[in-house]
C-alpha cells in the first residue's frame, strides 16, 4: 500500500502520492568539501533528487554547514552511534537527519534529537538494518527475519509517535532480495509514513542493480516505496542515481532524459550492434528530452516493434536505414548511420518536428519493402512473439483458429505446436511468494 503521509525533505515532497523520489550517497570524505561538492552535483546532474552524507566526525559537520548552503539539492546527514552529532548536524542546517534510533543511545538520546528536530523542522529518516536489529529481537530474528525486522521498524515508529514526532519517513534494510521485498510489503500495511527503499551491500554496478532492479522494482510496481537508494560498489554515486532511473522509468513511474530500445540480437544480425547501442546510449547522455530511440540489428522485420519509437536505425550490410515515429525517413550508408541519426534527432528537437524529403522516404520505404519481402518466410523472434501475442488476444476464443491465422499472416503453417500461452495470474509482481508463510 502507498503511504498515506507526505514529508517534505528541502523542497523535494517524499511519500503521500510525491514522484518516487531519487536519491545517492557520497562516497568522498564529507570534510573533504571540494570532492564531497564534486559529487554531489554529479549526483544533482544525474537527476538526484536528494544526496546522503555520512558525518561520523566533527570535522564532517564543519563542511556539512557549507555543504547545505551551496549543494543544488537537499542534503541529508548520515548519523549513527553519536547522537551529538545528530544534534550538531540538525544545527548546521541538514535538510534530512538519518539515524538509526537503535544504536543512538539509548531512548533519552532519541527523544534529545527528536526535540531538536522538532525545533529545527527538520525532518528524519529512521531504519533499521537486517544486521543492528535490537538484542530483544533476536530470537524473533533467527525464527522470523521478516517480522523481526517488521517489529523493530514499528517499535521505533511508536518511539516517534510517544515523543509527538510524525515528520519522518522509515526505512527497512537487508542484504537479502527476498526479505526486503517481504518486510516492506508487510510495514506499508502496519504504518502510513512514507517508506524508503534500498538494497544494502548490493555489490557491484552489475550485481548491484540486478539486486536493485528485482527488490525495488517489485515493490515499486506495488506501489510501495517513495524514495529509493541503490547502493553500488563504485565510487561514482551517480552511477546509482542512472540505475535508480531506469528502474523508474522501466515502470512507468516517472519520465527522465530518453529511453533506448535496441533489439537483442540474433543470427540475423547484420552490424556490430555492440559498439552501435554502446555508442547511441553514450551519446543519448546529454539529452533531457524523454525521447524514445530504437535500434534494430536487421531490417528483416521492418521496423516492426520499434514503430512506436520517436527514432530509430535499423541496418543491413552495407546500408541502414532512419526511421522516425514509425516511417522511414531515409536510407544512408552503415559507416554513417549513428551521426546521421542524431543529425535527425537535432533537427526534430530543434525545430519541434521531424521533417522528412518525400524522395528519400519512398527510397528508404522501397529498400525496406524489398529486405522484409525477400524475408518474407523467416521465423524472426519479432513473429515469434506476434503470433503468441495474437495468440494470447484470442485466448476466450477460437485459439487454434486464431493461431491459424496468425501464422498464416507470417505465411506459414503451424502444424501441431501448442500455442504459447501468457498467464497474468502469475506474473511476478502480482505474486506473494516472499510474504510470510
Ligand atoms: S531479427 Fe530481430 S533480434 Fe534478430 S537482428 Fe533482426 S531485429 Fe534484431
Redesign the pocket.
Known amino acids: 500500500m502507498a503511504s498515506r503521509r507526505q514529508i517534505w525533505v528541502g523542497g523535494v515532497p517524499i511519500g503521500g502520492g510525491a514522484p518516487v523520489a531519487v536519491q545517492s550517497m557520497t562516497k568522498t570524505e564529507t570534510a573533504d568539501y571540494e570532492a564531497t561538492m564534486s559529487q554531489i552535483r554529479a549526483v544533482a546532474d544525474a537527476g538526484g533528487d536528494l544526496v546522503r552524507v555520512a558525518v561520523p566526525r566533527e570535522k564532517d559537520v564543519d563542511a556539512l554547514r557549507r555543504i547545505v548552503v551551496e549543494s543544488p539539492i537537499p542534503v541529508i546527514a548520515d548519523i549513527h552511534f553519536n547522537h551529538t552529532l545528530a544534534l550538531k548536524a540538525i544545527d548546521a542546517g541538514a535538510h534530512c537527519i538519518r539515524l538509526n534510533p537503535g544504536n543512538i543511545g539509548g531512548p533519552d538520546k532519541v527523544a534529545e534529537v527528536v526535540e531538536r528536530a522538532t525545533r529545527a523542522r527538520t525532518p528524519m529518516r529512521i531504519g533499521v538494518n537486517s544486521g543492528s536489529l535490537p538484542k530483544h529481537l533476536h530470537e524473533l530474528e533467527r525464527e522470523n527475519p521478516v517480522e523481526a525486522l517488521v517489529a523493530a521498524a514499528v517499535e521505533f515508529v511508536e518511539l516517534m509517535e510517544r515523543l509527538e514526532f510524525e515528520d519522518f519517513k522509515v526505512s527497512i534494510k537487508s542484504t537479502s532480495v527476498p526479505n526486503t521485498i517481504a518486510s516492506n510489503r508487510l510495514l506499508s500495511e502496519r504504518i502510513d509514513y512514507p517508506l524508503h527503499l534500498g538494497i544494502t551491500e548490493a555489490g557491484t554496478k552489475w550485481s548491484g542493480s540486478l539486486k536493485s532492479a528485482v527488490g525495488l522494482g517489485t515493490l515499486l510496481a506495488d506501489g510501495v516505496g517513495d524514495t529509493v537508494r541503490i547502493s553500488l560498489s563504485t565510487f561514482h554515486a551517480e552511477e546509482e542515481v542512472k540505475v535508480a532511473w531506469e528502474i523508474l522509468k522501466a515502470l512507468k513511474l516517472r519520465e527522465r532524459g530518453p529511453v533506448l530500445i535496441a533489439?537483442?540480437?540474433?543470427g540475423?544480425?547484420q552490424f556490430d550492434m555492440d559498439t552501435v547501442v554502446a555508442d547511441v546510449e553514450r551519446r543519448l547522455e546529454s539529452y533531457e528530452e524523454p525521447i524514445e530511440v530504437a535500434v534494430?540489428?536487421?531490417a528483416?522485420?521492418g521496423i516492426g516493434e520499434a514503430s512506436h519509437a520517436d527514432f530509430g536505425i535499423t541496418g543491413a550490410k552495407n546500408e541502414g536505414l532512419i526511421f522516425a515515429e514509425g516511417k522511414p525517413l531515409r536510407k544512408v550508408p552503415q559507416e554513417r548511420l549513428v551521426d546521421e541519426l542524431f543529425v535527425e534527432i537535432d533537427r526534430s528537437l530543434e525545430r519541434g518536428r521531424t521533417e522528412a524529403d518525400a524522395d528519400q522516404v519512398r527510397e528508404g520505404a522501397d529498400w525496406l519493402r524489398r529486405i522484409e519481402d525477400e524475408n518474407a518466410g523467416e521465423l524472426?523472434?519479432?513473429r515469434i512473439a506476434a503470433m503468441e501475442a495474437a495468440a494470447a488476444v484470442a485466448s476466450d476464443g477460437d485459439e487454434s483458429e486464431a493461431v491459424t491465422s496468425a501464422l498464416a499472416a507470417e505465411g506459414r503453417d503451424d502444424g501441431e505446436d501448442e500455442p504459447v500461452r501468457l498467464d497474468e495470474a502469475i506474473s511476478p509482481t502480482a505474486g506473494r511468494r516472499f510474504t510470510r508463510a
Not at 263 to 266: D, G, K, L, V
Request: aromatic share 0%.
Open positions: 533489439c537483442p540480437t540474433c540475423r544480425l534494430l540489428g536487421c528483416v522485420n524472426t523472434p519479432e
